[in-house]
């Protein structure tokens, strides 16, 4: 696939959550159709979509049967099963490539491949059990974090241990599921960082400013841009979102999560390959959001400028949050969005709102 999509050509996206409904609605501004595979009938991507094929994301006649509706196929979440995305692969191009996925959906196997391209992450050891959890304590001086290796995330499957609190790690990989965990070195960072950044099918990188992230409960509560971090910081950020995304081929627009150190250094966190909650404020303060620039890469188009116009604070609503968006709505300067779900479960992603603090300022 060399030249662009045409407008009117049909892309897939498998996965039909929130980041679907956005990818899809940008697709349409472009002139794009989508055909959205996911198990749930109405999803929010869904409702915006052209269409959707109602079943599992390893379902093989409607995998084969997504592939020949689309001229190309994307993906909203990192947990897409390798097969699948291979099996879509075998007749239709599959944007960002498996190997991204691959990469993203094990904890172990992710920390390996950055390190081999030469990005500094936390400190790391496999624990496939409590000998091995002991052992990794041992060296990184009695702290770390215990995660599973695949299927986190929002923190979930995690444990911390510390030194200083004495906490029995006996029986830990059990408690965990006996599943393959890693422990991560307890990283002493400042803030929390992410670049969302995009590389098209001609491998131009394009990265939006740095946003400094704050969790609640494990959820990203906020995302500010710009970042508070050392220019150091920040264009060390940078330089290894593209050094990743060259590293790994990509194309479309990745999401990388990185602590930042006292020293100015950064070390990555996880990588998302694909659109990423910390980038939803590019909607609001970006000519080009994150949602047109990963359509814009899929589609061969030339990726957008991702310069911002402004300031801003994205704060997700979660759960009960979504009753603010009334009052939310009268406010001037504020884009809210909300995803089309019915039931406000606690702890579930509702809607984000981005607040644009200056207008006008240089990117
Ligand atoms: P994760 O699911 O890996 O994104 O982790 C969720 C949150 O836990 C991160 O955003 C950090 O605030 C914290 N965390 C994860 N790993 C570490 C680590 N190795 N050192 C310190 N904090 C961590």
């Given amino acids: 696939m060399t030249a662009p999509l045409p407008a009117g050509s049909t892309i897939g996206i498998v996965g039909g959550g929130q980041l679907g409904r956005m990818l899809a609605m940008a697709a349409a501004r472009l002139g794009y159709r989508t055909v959205v595979l996911e198990p749930q009938a109405g999803c929010p991507a869904a409702q915006v979509a052209s269409r959707q094929i109602v079943a599992a994301y390893d379902d093989a006649a409607a995998l084969d049967e997504l592939a020949g509706a689309c001229a190309v196929v994307t993906y909203e979440f990192e947990n897409v099963p390798v097969a699948a995305a291979e099996r879509l692969a075998g007749t239709v191009p599959v944007l960002p490539p498996p190997r991204a996925l691959e ?16 990005i500094a992450t936390a400190q790391f050891v496999a624990v496939d ?9 041992a060296a990184f001086g009695g702290d770390g974090v215990l995660k599973t290796r695949r299927l986190g995330y929002d923190g979930k499957g995690q444990r911390v241990f510390r030194a200083a609190s004495a906490a029995d790690a006996g029986g830990a990989f059990a408690a965990m599921g006996s ?14 960082i992410s670049v969302i950044a ?9 990265a939006y400013d740095p946003a400094e992230n704050v969790h609640r409960n494990g959820i990203l509560h906020t995302s500010t841009v710009p970042a508070a971090a050392m220019p150091a910081t920040l264009a060390a950020a940078r330089a290894a979102a593209a050094a990743i995304l060259d590293g790994l081929g990509y194309v479309g627009v990745i999401g990388v999560e990185f602590f930042a150190l006292a020293d100015g250094s950064v070390l990555v966190n996880e990588i998302a390959p694909r659109v990423h909650n910390s980038g939803h404020w590019t909607e609001a303060a970006c000519v080009v959001s994150q949602f047109e620039q990963h359509i814009r890469a899929v589609a061969g188009l030339p990726l957008g400028d991702p310069a911002r116009h402004g300031d801003c604070v994205m704060e997700n609503l979660i759960g009960d ?7 939310l709505l009268a406010e001037p300067g504020l884009m809210l969005h ?26």
């Avoid at 990469?103 to 030469?118: F, H, I, P, S, W």
């Avoid at 059990?129 to 304590?137: K, P, R, V």
């Avoid at 949050?321 to 009052?327: E, F, K, S």
């Fill in 103 to 118: 990469v993203a959906q094990d904890r172990l196997a992710e920390k390996t491949a950055l390190n081999a391209m030469g």
């Fill in 338 to 363: 909300l995803y089309g779900k019915e039931e406000a479960r606690p702890g579930r992603k509702m809607g984000h709102f981005t607040r644009l603090k200056a207008r006008g300022g240089a990117a």
């Fill in 129 to 137: 059990g409590d000998a091995d959890l002991a052992a990794g304590l």
């Fill in 321 to 327: 949050d979504i009753l603010r968006a009334p009052a």
């Fill in 179 to 192: 599943v393959p965990l890693i422990l991560e070195s307890l990283v002493p960072f400042e803030r929390e």
């Fill in 198 to 206: 995009a590389r098209g099918r001609d491998g131009r990188v394009a």
